[in-house]
């Protein structure tokens, strides 16, 4: 832990001894603890960042750490769980989200971000069937350009980015309808990527613009987890899935004090009323 520690405390922690090293583990084992069983009944979530993430520590069982970010109706962004998984399990990803359930959060959040891959997908359809769903454009562009040689990748990523940088949804469908009959021929397996989930690639349009710079991607839990893994960099042991557990939730603890609220927040009243929106744009004004 001597390295996590450095990360957290600073310079000083080289000097711990063992036992001083142990009593804060067990301190932040029993904030961890705690903060997992916090009441959210007065919660409001509108929209949700997940993923399964992977950072440089090994965990003895070989799990990944699930993860939950919330924004708030307020538009604050909240971390909601930290939790030890497999990141494809439907069973891990249900037993995450029927724990934030149990404790309060019964009012369904209106979107989700995350990964295609992710068992996530089956658990929410479950447990909070009305919320909606949104792929991440960054988790499917890497997954596409995987599927590509290296040479055909830069025009292939340009080509994606105008997809999701489209103003409507309609030029974003002629984007993404022109990759798949420039690359359907020669690499039917990266279109194959793109077009499995075309349903939800989309979702962002129904939201307010001012939102979708935030739910198009997993970006909030990508750039807290980026700090995560840097600041274990040096840590190659493998640790018990307890151990790392606690060093995640305290670094992202950390990272979290400076998290900045929505951008447009004050349209999530909007988006919790039912408005409904047209290309970012609420039918009030389209109307107006």
């Known amino acids: ?68 970010i919330g924004a708030t109706e307020e538009g604050k962004k909240e971390l909601l769980a930290v939790e030890g998984g497999y990141r494809e399990s439907t069973q891990s990803w249900r037993e995450v989200l029927l724990d934030l359930k149990h404790r309060g959060l019964t009012r369904e959040p209106e979107l989700a971000i995350g990964d295609g891959a992710l068992g996530f997908w089956k658990a929410i359809a479950e447990i909070f069937p009305k919320t909606q769903n949104q792929r991440c454009w960054v988790h499917k562009t890497a997954n596409i350009l995987n599927k590509l040689p290296k040479g055909a990748q830069p025009t292939a990523k340009k080509h994606i980015h105008n997809i999701w940088q489209s103003e409507t949804k309609e030029d974003a469908i002629k984007e993404y309808e022109l990759f798949v009959k420039k690359y359907a ?7 194959k990527t793109l077009t499995k989930d075309r349903d939800r690639l989309f979702t962002f349009y129904d939201f307010p613009a001012e939102h979708w710079r935030h739910i198009r991607t997993t970006n909030p839990i990508e750039s807290t987890f980026a700090t995560v893994r840097l600041r ?51 039918e009030k004004e389209l109307a107006a």
Request: hydrophobic residues 40%; contains cysteine.
């Open 1 to 68: 832990m001597a390295e996590a520690l450095e990360a957290l405390i600073g310079k000083d922690a080289k000097g711990f001894s063992q036992p001083v090293v142990s009593k804060l583990k067990r301190k932040w084992k029993g904030e961890y603890d705690s903060w997992k069983k916090r009441d959210l009944s007065k919660k409001k979530y509108v929209y949700l960042w997940v993923d399964g993430i992977y950072a440089n520590v090994r965990m003895d069982d070989r799990q990944c750490i699930l993860v939950v």
């Open 185 to 191: 021929a020669k690499y039917p397996n990266a279109v």
């Open 232 to 282: 274990t960099a040096k840590v190659r042991n493998c640790f018990s899935r307890e151990t790392v557990l606690n060093m995640a939730f305290k670094l992202c603890e950390s990272a979290e004090k400076k998290w900045r609220k929505l951008f447009g927040h004050k349209r999530l009243a909007e988006v919790i009323d039912g408005t409904r929106f047209i290309d970012g744009i609420s």
